[in-house]
């Protein structure tokens, strides 16, 4: 079946300006990861949903980042008033349930945020 | 608090090398769980393996295989007869089963490995 996948593959935007990433994760899983990853570093920990809720977002670095998952598939990823240090990988993974024995995340081919 | 450390930031060896990829981590929980992931160039994370911290058996998966160890809190990755499609940047990580971290995935920075023909 098809895998995650998320769009644009590559944003170019202007410092101060809005984004939106979106993530369409496999179908059936209800768990959904966010996460960003700089170069040269192991993707770090955003926020993850379970269902539409979001479970844990303590890892949204500032109020500028904000992420929806209104019914339970698709996420977006929101963020506001981009700066250059939000130059990134954005990388979206879903697996079948939070936590249990089936916890492996899986992968979408991630969003490369560049803020000029 | 959750830690993965991967203390090697570059390997390179030749094809048909053996090398091994280093993980240790640091967790307050007694359940979780430990994974691998590959990243070749085009970006991609692949799931590799995934083991529970009950679960201490050793590994082979192909060329693959996984030492679990808890007692160093060690989970090491070893590749038999590297190829160079081998080549990629590797990551450990860690997730708790359980408690506030439940769910999410703590990553090493990763082990850029090359395989030269």
Same mark, same amino acid.
């Given at each position: 079946?098809?895998?995650?996948?998320?769009?644009?593959?590559?944003?170019?935007?202007?410092?101060?300006?809005?984004?939106?990433?979106?993530?369409?994760?496999?179908?059936?899983?209800?768990?959904?990861?966010?996460?960003?990853?700089?170069?040269?570093?192991?993707?770090?920990?955003?926020?993850?949903?379970?269902?539409?809720?979001?479970?844990?977002? @303590?890892?949204?670095?500032?109020?500028?980042?904000?992420?929806?998952?209104?019914?339970?598939?698709? @996420?977006?990823?929101?963020?506001?008033?981009?700066?250059?240090?939000? @130059?990134?990988?954005?990388?979206?993974?879903?697996?079948?349930?939070?936590?249990?024995?089936?916890?492996?995340?899986?992968?979408?081919?991630?969003?490369?945020?560049?803020?000029? | 608090?959750?830690?993965?450390?991967?203390?090697?930031? *570059?390997?390179?060896?030749?094809?048909?090398? !053996?090398?091994?990829?280093?993980?240790?981590?640091?967790?307050? !929980?007694?359940?979780?769980?430990?994974?691998?992931?590959?990243?070749?160039?085009?970006?991609?994370?692949?799931?590799?393996?995934?083991?529970?911290? =009950?679960? *201490?058996?050793?590994?082979?998966?192909?060329?693959?295989?996984?030492?679990?160890?808890? #007692?160093? #809190?060690?989970?090491? =990755?070893?590749?038999?007869?590297?190829?160079?499609?081998?080549?990629?940047?590797?990551?450990?990580?860690?997730?708790?089963?359980?408690?506030?971290?439940?769910?999410?995935?703590?990553?090493?920075?990763?082990?850029?490995?090359?395989?030269?023909?």
């Amino acid at each position: 079946g098809a895998g995650v996948s998320q769009t644009p593959s590559n944003k170019v935007t202007e410092k101060g300006k809005y984004v939106e990433l979106r993530c369409d994760p496999i179908s059936g899983h209800t768990a959904l990861y966010w996460y960003r990853q700089s170069l040269g570093q192991g993707p770090e920990f955003l926020i993850y949903f379970q269902g539409t809720g979001a479970a844990d977002d @303590s890892g949204l670095p500032n109020d500028r980042f904000f992420a929806v998952r209104p019914e339970g598939s698709v @996420s977006t990823l929101k963020i506001q008033r981009t700066e250059r240090g939000d @130059s990134a990988m954005y990388l979206c993974a879903s697996s079948p349930s939070l936590g249990g024995t089936y916890n492996e995340q899986f992968f979408g081919p991630g969003t490369r945020l560049t803020v000029l | 608090a959750q830690k993965v450390t991967q203390a090697q930031t *570059e390997i390179s060896v030749v094809e048909k090398e !053996d090398v091994t990829l280093d993980c240790v981590y640091e967790t307050r !929980d007694t359940t979780y769980y430990l994974f691998w992931y590959k990243q070749p160039p085009s970006g991609e994370l692949v799931f590799l393996i995934r083991r529970n911290s =009950f679960d *201490e058996q050793n590994e082979i998966s192909g060329r693959y295989s996984w030492n679990f160890q808890k #007692s160093t #809190s060690s989970f090491n =990755f070893t590749i038999t007869a590297s190829q160079v499609v081998d080549s990629a940047v590797y990551f450990c990580a860690l997730s708790e089963a359980r408690g506030t971290n439940a769910g999410k995935s703590t990553f090493g920075d990763g082990t850029t490995l090359t395989v030269k023909p």
